[in-house]
């Protein structure tokens, strides 16, 4: 029998420290609901995602009460809608493919269905930029559709026409949702290599690559590393550090491994991955902020910082990946300041800095996540934070994204309220100098000498 | 399938036999307990067996909890899987 200590050990991180199963996220292929009128194949759409998923949330609800571990969100993938719709001929624009994604979201529960997608790394077909037009309407009139663009790789380059455009689509998302803090922003990321099984919302999109449906799961556990440090004490060496981040990683990935396969057999849809990131939550506890804190830094964003995310987000996968049969999606430490309790008081206290945060993106997870920055900001300077981390992505052969906000009518220190997962984003000031000309030139950025590798 | 009960709350009389009562009545066999007192709060861990259990894993959870709730005490049932994956290779 397990020892009781194990036991009260699993009931503590379950209660006291957040520990849950931040999604369980079922992909499905839409490739053969493409028909020439629209209105056909925005209903074939929606029959297949409500076909496929009617089981899903009551299924993670069931796992759920019989292991006694929480799993916040059910969420759905689909292929990119600018290939589903590339064949429908009689589209002005796609909204309505985002809507009856909506639709079929409310229907089967789930509270975000991802995939209102363009892989645009080297170009555009006709449909990518119909859709890449459409994006600021479809957020602003959706409530759970969430939109993703593809705007570089390490083997393509990064398409800076792509960037042009979506620092002015992303200004636009935010003007048509003005009343809500410019809410529609926070459904949209801007990706240089983005991955096919990402389970994790906005960047989820179920990739041309993978099976008829799939079921990714994404794990979580900030506060669990947190307290395991805590119980380390202030003068551990780093060595003792990761190794125990290492193995409290091993057991919350031995956890979403475990509801993983059982969700799959119970759905009857092969098993994808599981997702190591840790993925913080606003509530005090469930921080990434606070573990590199812990590590001796007085407030994220000092210097050391990047550091400590090296080793955290090292000894994550380290610890991660022998837990798992099947590793992948985006697998690091995320770091979204609306979403974290401690970058939200680390960036009011102005220590924690826009170009802080894109160093930081350099070793961990993805990138500018959830960030507010003032409302008047251009969007050739948005368009140039979008290079900036898709050339930290393409460079270092790893995803990268922008996720930022400009609030219509926000200034530096105000403090935006998404409520929820998404929590509250302080403004954080950008640099005044300007980049239009630089973003005007548009074309490609060659692909760098790392992509030849043959 | 085997299932881990724990009970924790504030010691008082007929924890254990409240406990016994709710799993009796749906025919759910303990196969081993361990009980201690940790600062002052009294805890049980119970191995419990359901193969011949009458009711859903949900639906016992939920009796469980309601049981627990009348004594100002915390008794959740888990599924065994969840412990032995945290805690063994």
């Known amino acids: 029998m397990i020892h009781p200590k194990e036991i009260l050990e699993t009931i503590q991180m379950i209660d006291q420290q957040h520990l849950d199963i931040r999604t369980i996220t079922m992909g ?14 925005c209903e074939q759409i929606y029959n297949k995602i409500v076909t496929s998923a009617k089981n899903l949330v009551t299924t993670g609800r069931a796992i759920e009460a019989e292991f006694g571990i929480p799993i916040v969100n059910m969420r759905i993938s689909v292929t990119p809608i600018s290939l589903v719709a590339a064949a429908t001929t009689n589209a002005e624009d796609y909204v309505p493919f985002a ?31 119909r859709l890449i037009a459409s994006i600021p309407r479809a957020l602003a009139e959706t409530e759970r559709v969430c939109a993703s663009v593809n705007v570089g790789t390490t083997k393509a380059g990064i398409n800076m026409d792509a960037v042009k455009l979506m620092g002015e689509g992303i200004k636009e998302a ?40 799939v079921i ?12 395991a440090l805590k119980s380390l004490g202030g003068d551990a060496p780093f060595d003792e550090v990761a190794e125990t981040i290492k193995k409290t990683a091993f057991r919350i990935t031995r956890m979403g491994q475990l509801v993983a396969m059982e969700a799959s057999r119970r759905l009857g849809v092969p098993f994808g991955v599981v997702d190591l990131s840790l993925a913080p939550t606003p509530a005090v506890g469930d921080s990434v902020a606070r573990i590199l804190e812990e590590m001796g830094l007085e407030t994220c964003g000092t210097h050391g910082t990047t550091a400590a995310l090296a080793l955290l987000n090292d000894a994550v996968k380290k610890g991660g990946v022998m837990a798992s049969g099947h590793v992948g999606g985006l697998s690091g430490a995320f770091i979204p300041v609306s979403e974290d309790e401690g ?74 309220e998404f409520g929820g997962l998404l929590g509250s984003a302080p403004v954080m000031p950008v640099h005044a100098a300007t980049s239009t000309t630089f973003i005007q030139r548009g074309g490609r950025i060659p692909a760098p000498m790392q992509a030849l590798k043959n | 399938m085997k299932a881990i009960v724990t009970v924790i709350g504030k010691d008082q009389v007929g924890i254990i036999a409240a406990t016994c009562n709710a799993l009796s009545s749906a025919q759910v066999n303990v196969l081993d307990v361990s009980q201690t007192i940790l600062q002052d709060y009294f805890v049980m861990i119970m191995l419990a067996d ?27 049932i888990q599924r065994e899987d969840i412990f032995n994956a945290m805690h063994r290779i």
């Open chain 2, 50 to 76: 359901l193969t011949t259990c009458s009711v859903s894993l949900a639906e016992l959870s939920e009796l469980l909890r309601k049981t627990g709730e009348g004594l100002g005490l915390d008794i959740r």
């Open chain 1, 28 to 41: 499905i292929n839409l490739l053969d609901c493409a028909h020439p009128d629209v209105d056909v194949c």
């Open chain 1, 99 to 129: 809507k009856a994604l909506d639709r079929a979201a409310k229907e089967v529960g789930v509270n975000f269905i991802g995939g209102f997608s363009a892989l645009v790394h080297k170009g555009f077909t006709d449909s990518d930029r």
């Open chain 1, 216 to 227: 990714n799961v994404g794990v979580s556990g900030p506060g669990v590393v947190h307290t």
């Open chain 1, 174 to 213: 935010a003007a048509l949702t003005e009343s809500t803090g410019g809410m529609a922003c926070a459904k949209l990321v801007v990706f240089c290599n983005a991955v096919e099984d990402n389970p994790f919302m906005a960047g989820a999109f179920h990739g041309v690559g993978e099976a008829e449906r």
């Open chain 1, 343 to 416: 970058m939200i008081a680390a960036a009011q206290s102005g220590i924690l800095t826009l170009d802080k945060l894109e160093a930081m993106t350099c070793v961990c997870s993805v990138g500018l996540d959830m960030i507010a920055v003032p409302g008047d900001t251009p969007a050739e300077t948005i368009s140039a934070i979008i290079a900036d981390e898709a050339a930290i992505g393409m460079v270092n052969y790893k995803t990268t994204a922008v996720r930022i906000i400009p609030a219509p009518g926000t200034k530096v220190g105000d403090l935006i």
